[in-house]
């Protein structure tokens, strides 16, 4: 049986000493069959203001559209972070159903999601979504989303997903056909982690924020689904509504997972036109720690 589409795993430090995770919570994603070999060359994004890698030759990757969703929309009715969380998770389930690899390469993780908005999308359009493959190495690969209506929205959208074994539940090598797919829209064959979000967390303030857990924030592993953590950066903005008025860029990066009936403090910090917010969980020894970190913060 699949593990379910729409959940996101925890992280540790493995043997490799780079950027894996444990839990086997996968979120099925995988290429598409590519028609034909397209060069890529340019340098991946290394930091937060770095541009996302361009689009491949039309006809190459995975498309498909849908209506925008009322419970994807504020009450301005623009699609909002969680919502296109949810439309990423979708398209890579939809991508994954149409090749093969729902059985050589079923289970992926995010490590961090890129979401870029130029022109924000609102209800009632139509979404069209392009998926590709940005860079690659054996065992993860950038995936590339390009979200755009008739209306003139544009979203565009990258993740790093790694490859997970359904045995071990540890990163492992990416199916030679798989590889071969991935590598048709992409030059980019060396992809290393790198953390963008990296300021360290502000000391326990006043302004902390609680940050309670519901049922249906919870997927079948017991961890805080992705795109309930965007419920809380959309939180924060209500009170910085020109942020999401004007082009803008938000990354979030998935440190290690938020678990059920864990009690979640958000500290953040609204600084230079940016808002950084720190997902701090405290344990039973009284530690606090940080599992996710996301900013948000106007494009240049």
Avoid at 245 to 266: M, Q
Avoid at 272 to 289: N, Q, R
Wanted: glycine share 6%.
């Amino acid at each position: 049986m699949r593990p379910p589409p729409v959940t996101w795993c925890g992280w540790h430090r493995c043997s490799t000493g780079c950027e894996p995770a444990t839990s086997s919570d996968g979120y099925h994603v995988g290429p598409p069959a590519y028609s034909a070999d397209v060069t890529n060359a340019r340098v991946e994004p290394a930091g937060f203001d770095d541009e996302l890698a361009p689009e491949p030759p039309p006809g190459e990757g995975f498309e498909t559209s849908w209506p925008v969703r009322t419970g994807d929309i504020d009450p301005n009715n623009r699609l909002r972070f969680d919502g296109v969380a949810r439309y990423l998770q979708d398209i890579g389930t939809d991508n994954l159903d149409a090749t093969p690899l729902g059985k050589t390469d079923p289970m992926w993780i995010v490590r961090r999601t890129v979401i870029d908005v130029f022109e924000p999308i609102h209800f009632p359009d139509r979404v069209h979504l392009r998926r590709w493959c940005s860079s690659m190495s054996t065992r993860w690969s950038n995936m590339r989303v390009a979200v755009t209506t008739p209306k003139g929205g544009r979203i565009e959208t990258e993740g790093f997903w790694i490859n997970i074994s359904k045995d071990t539940g540890m990163p492992t090598r990416i199916s030679d056909g798989a590889l071969e797919m991935l590598s048709k829209t992409t030059d980019q064959h060396r992809l290393r982690w790198k953390a963008w979000l990296t300021e360290p967390v502000p000391s326990q303030s006043q302004n902390d924020i609680e940050f309670p857990l519901r049922a249906t924030d919870i997927d079948p592993f017991n961890h805080l689904n992705n795109a309930a953590y965007w419920h809380a950066v959309e939180e924060l903005l209500v009170d910085l509504p020109h942020l999401a008025a004007a082009p803008h860029r938000a990354v979030i990066e998935y440190l290690t997972p938020v678990l059920a009936n864990e009690r979640v403090t958000l500290r953040h910090r609204y600084e230079g036109g940016a808002l950084t917010v720190w997902f701090v969980v405290t344990g039973a020894s009284g530690e606090p720690t940080v599992r996710t970190v996301a900013k948000v913060a106007p494009r240049a």
